[in-house]
């Protein structure tokens, strides 16, 4: 199963709010307008059968609206979109919150230090990690336009983490640290931890062949997960630009482009309706 595994999706009402703000924050030219409608039109031209949608509350009072939002979009497109919920290491009934969505069927959780201001060392985030880590994948924004001791999610804090929990699965996104590649090689970079991918998302704009062929040898290739951050980049250019590269053949593109499917499809959770009492 082909899986989009880093994507963004607004209401309508905030989707082009949002866009902008993503315009404005990354200077670029989003490819995508921002709602669920038009994520699903351009996933099904890059063939792409399933995508993962992220929703990351930007402030603690925004935990259980993002998290109803990505329950909604999960049931009502229970076919082509998987959805993660997020967590704020301010707010404090997040082990009630994790109770409710791990019951709706969410099976992962999205975190972005920089947008949801916080740092990833925050100590607040080790107890929710210790008790989320068994039923939930982390999807980890990592790395920015800085210097590692300047950065929220930077590649070495996110090392330490992985140290701490090694049963914690993460996907480290953007190749495990964004404008930071040398960084993620030196931190993260081999099969010193089991429980980590790294995604392919919003890394191809900026990679030479060489730097896209550097990142693709140095993790494990199993381990390696098709993204875009749409509504950033659009999955067909994404697609392309990825082999072309790397160099990669199509069984290896589609490889990449499948790795997911063990990670979250296998072993998907039901939701606590459909469970037997």
């Known amino acids: 199963m082909y899986i989009d595994i880093h994507t963004h999706a607004f209401h309508p009402k905030i989707a082009h709010k949002a866009v902008d703000h993503l315009n404005e924050f990354y200077s670029v030219n989003c490819a995508g307008d921002g709602t669920i409608a038009h994520l ?13 949608v992220l929703c990351a509350a930007t402030a603690p009072a925004q935990v259980i609206p993002a998290n109803n939002y990505a ?4 049931k009502e497109h229970a076919d082509r979109v998987i959805a993660f919920g997020t967590v704020h290491p301010g707010y404090e009934n997040w082990e009630a919150e994790l ?22 060392d925050d100590p607040r985030l080790l107890p929710i990690f210790e008790a989320a880590q068994k039923d939930f994948v982390f999807e980890i924004h990592i790395g920015d336009r800085t210097t590692p001791a300047q950065n929220p999610s930077c590649p070495y804090k996110l090392a330490a983490i992985l140290r701490q929990f090694p049963r914690m699965r993460v996907i480290a996104a953007h190749f495990g640290g964004y404008r930071m590649w040398a960084h993620a090689l030196d931190a993260l970079a081999g099969n010193r931890f089991e429980n980590l991918w790294f995604d392919t998302s919003s890394t191809t704009p900026f990679a030479t062949p060489l730097l896209a062929k550097k990142l693709l040898g140095a993790f494990p290739r199993e381990r390696i997960l098709f993204g875009t951050d749409w509504p950033l980049y659009d999955p067909v250019e994404e697609r392309q630009r990825l082999q072309r590269l790397a160099s990669l053949k199509d069984a290896e593109m589609e490889t990449i482009m499948s790795n997911a499917t063990s990670l979250l499809c296998d072993s998907a959770p039901q939701a606590k309706s459909q469970l037997s009492h």
Do not use: Y
């Open 40 to 52: 699903l039109e351009r996933e099904r031209k890059a063939e792409m059968e399933k995508c993962v």
């Open 99 to 120: 109770n409710r969505i791990k019951g709706a069927g969410i099976r992962g959780i999205k975190l972005h230090p920089d947008f949801q201001s916080f740092w990833l």
């Open 71 to 74: 329950i909604t979009l999960q």
